[in-house]
């Protein structure tokens, strides 16, 4: 509860500071309105539904791509670890392409699938996939080789080995790069939404670009604010369940 | 379960065994034509300095490695790779952090068909019990001190009831208090569910304490040089001065073959 305390005056203090920046003059209303401006106009946006479903097709984008950049990657940073070739080529290729910022695909998007959800969901699995494959990769090549050992000599082996051994136990890892996985996936949909105006549906990303043309600086900053709660929010739904149990298992710090 | 509990120790035949490494350095000979017979229930320790082949030769029983000559046989048949009834119990725990104490013991169990899961549970409490542990059963691993996770350790290993336990320097880590305590658990629950065990050390006293039989290596290239048998009667006090005394004898021996080697 505490605790709770304390967060709540940190962000009613940023808030007021906000406030008084605009208030007294020293910020203009201009350039960034004050909180009750971006308020009112969140209120609104909530009541006509927009904001609301814009937020619905962002996270429909995300978790789609996102789920599909897991599934893929998954597996193949599993083979990537195990096999000495494929670790040469694929993984070469997947260092490669991690450090290309997913939003460069999405020129390429656009000529292969067109102005389409096809074309987002390409650029959202491009986030993910290379990230998740190589924290798996790492994963499992740094795992203890003891254990592996101690495994087979309780009798396991093969698929089992894998299934029960190599997958649980390079699981902070996996964690780990699931969830840089995920803020990758979500910086290349923004950018590619702010980029791209898609008839099929407008997502967070659209209001933030029609905020820019409108200048409506109110509409600008309410939609960053919702980016960082659905991103927060995401965070505390998908990945502290598991931060919980690597700490109570592992003893590591999540 | 009974019956689960009650399949008899094996005997091994370990019969001309060589086995050479490649380092930097060139070819390593770390074991050179070894032959031990291992009785039924027979509690076998192996002594020497580090690299006198006493882990390879334990490495070999287990299938980890191939014999370059030579053969591993238990109960008449050869080993050909790692299986649960030959067990090994490492120096440094291998326990699995992702499961609890409960669910490590439970590993082995799981993969031997012909239990039904509350067989396997009432099997896992049993041997629990055994090594003093039944009330930490739902801990983490990271929970547990050193001596707890060597406990565990060994209760995984005994459950799935192998007929060859090999334990490779299994207290090496841990502070002396514990392993007293310990060589204390041993020796009563190998009376309580007697087990074929090639116990590796380089501490002669914790050998003389355990060991049915003291076989002694000496390295470059490893051999086995002597042994000794033990017959103090049990349970046995690491501080008993008999059993000082023969330890004694035994490092006599060891430095006597050491100095030897480096002569040579």
């Not at chain 1, 933030?208 to 739904?237: P, S, T, Y």
């Not at chain 2, 017959?231 to 000082?244: G, H």
Request: glycine letters at 10%; a positive charge.
């Amino acid at each position: 509860m505490k605790r709770f305390f304390i967060a709540l005056t940190f962000f009613a203090s940023l808030i007021l500071i906000w406030h008084l920046l605009v208030k007294t003059g020293i910020w203009s209303p201009v350039l960034l309105p004050g909180p009750g401006a971006v308020g009112e106009y969140m209120g609104v946006a909530l009541q006509d539904g927009s904001l609301l479903s814009a937020s619905w097709v962002t996270i429909k984008r995300l978790l789609a791509g996102y789920l599909i950049g897991c599934l893929i990657g998954l597996p193949l940073g599993l083979m990537t670890a195990r096999s000495q070739t494929l670790n040469d080529t694929l993984g070469v290729l997947a260092l490669g392409l991690q450090t290309l910022p997913s939003v460069c695909w999405v020129p390429l998007a656009l000529i292969w699938f067109g102005q389409s959800e096809s074309a987002m969901l390409f650029v959202v699995i491009m986030g993910t996939l290379w990230s998740v494959l190589i924290s798996v990769d790492n994963g499992v090549r740094n795992l203890p080789p003891i254990y592996t050992r101690a495994a087979l000599t309780m009798g396991s082996s093969g698929f089992h080995t894998l299934r029960h051994v190599i997958l649980p136990a390079s699981m902070p890892y996996v964690i780990s790069g699931m969830k840089q996985g995920w803020a990758f996936a979500w910086r290349s949909l923004m950018a590619a939404e702010i980029y791209v105006t898609l008839l099929t549906g407008y997502g967070l990303g659209h209001l933030l670009h029609f905020g820019r043309e409108l200048n409506a600086m109110d509409q600008v900053a309410a939609v960053m604010i919702v980016i960082v709660v659905i991103g927060l929010l995401a965070d505390k739904v998908l990945f502290s369940p598991w931060e919980r149990f690597l700490h109570r298992r592992w003893g590591l710090n999540g | 379960m009974q019956d689960e509990l009650n399949t008899p120790p094996a005997k091994l035949h370990i019969d001309g065994v060589s086995k050479s490494f490649t380092s930097k350095r060139g070819k390593v000979l770390a074991l050179e034509s070894a032959t031990l017979t291992v009785d039924e229930g027979e509690f076998v320790c192996l002594v020497g300095p580090s690299g006198c082949g006493k882990s390879t030769l334990l490495n070999l029983v287990a299938g980890f490695e191939a014999p370059d000559t030579g053969s591993v046989m238990m109960d008449g048949k050869r080993v050909t790779g790692p299986g649960s009834e030959r067990m090994v119990m490492f120096q440094e725990h291998a326990l699995f952090p992702w499961l609890d104490v409960l669910g490590n013991v439970m590993f082995g169990l799981k993969l031997k068909p012909g239990l039904t899961d509350k067989e396997r549970v009432e099997v896992a409490q049993y041997y629990l019990k055994l090594v003093g542990l039944e009330r930490v059963m739902r801990a983490s691993i990271h929970e547990l001190s050193g001596g707890m996770r060597q406990r565990v350790a060994l209760a995984r290993a005994l459950a799935p009831n192998p007929r060859v336990l090999l334990m490779d320097e299994p207290f090496a880590a841990l502070d002396a208090m514990t392993r007293e305590q310990l060589y204390a658990d041993i020796q009563r629950i190998n009376e309580a569910r007697q087990r074929t065990v090639l116990f590796v050390t380089h501490n002669v006293r914790e050998a003389v304490c355990l060991g049915n039989r003291v076989i002694l290596f000496s390295p470059n290239p490893g051999r086995i040089r002597e042994q000794f048998v033990v017959d103090l009667p049990r349970p046995r006090d690491i501080n008993d001065p008999a059993l000082a005394g023969l330890a004694g004898e035994i490092t006599r021996s060891l430095k006597g073959h050491t100095r030897v080697q480096s002569a040579e």
